[in-house]
Nanobody, 125 residues
Framework: VQLQASGGGLVQAGGSLRLSCAASTTSLSNYAVAWFRQVPGKEREFVAASWRRVNTKYRDSVKGRFTISRDNAKNMIYLQMYGLKPEDTAIYYC????????????????????WGQGTQVTVSS
């Protein structure tokens, strides 16, 4: 599966962006999908995930501001981000894996086999 992320950009604090990730599979419903982010010099961190068709999870700092969604018919994954803060500045990566996840593993970076190339999000203060 190949993933292509897009939608990043420069936005002022309080603004919004929607990231998109196109997946090269016709069976996206069989995959768990997630967004991670990384600031240069720091480890990549979990942001949000969608699995088992109905489950979602978010890191605490984005709860209530970010929403992960998917359109299985279009093989697309989205991350809608509202109320952006300067600390959200990072390169955002979409990821996917065959959906064998449980709650305790969904945030684990090494459980995802497929990764997009990343899209830069910069939030100015």
């Amino acid at each position: 599966v190949q993933l292509q992320a897009s939608g990043g950009g420069l936005v002022q604090a309080g603004g919004s962006l929607r990231l998109s990730c196109a997946a090269s599979t016709t069976s996206l419903s069989n995959y768990a999908v997630a967004w991670f982010r990384q600031v240069p010099g720091k480890e990549r961190e979990f942001v949000a995930a969608s699995w088992r068709r109905v489950n979602t999870k978010y890191r605490d700092s984005v709860k209530g501001r970010f929403t992960i969604s998917r359109d299985n018919a279009k093989n697309m994954i989205y991350l809608q981000m509202y109320g952006l803060k300067p600390e959200d500045t990072a390169i955002y990566y979409c990821a996917a894996n065959e959906d064998r996840f449980i709650l305790s593993t969904i945030m684990m970076e090494d459980k995802y086999k497929y990764w997009g190339q990343g899209t830069q999000v910069t939030v100015s203060s």
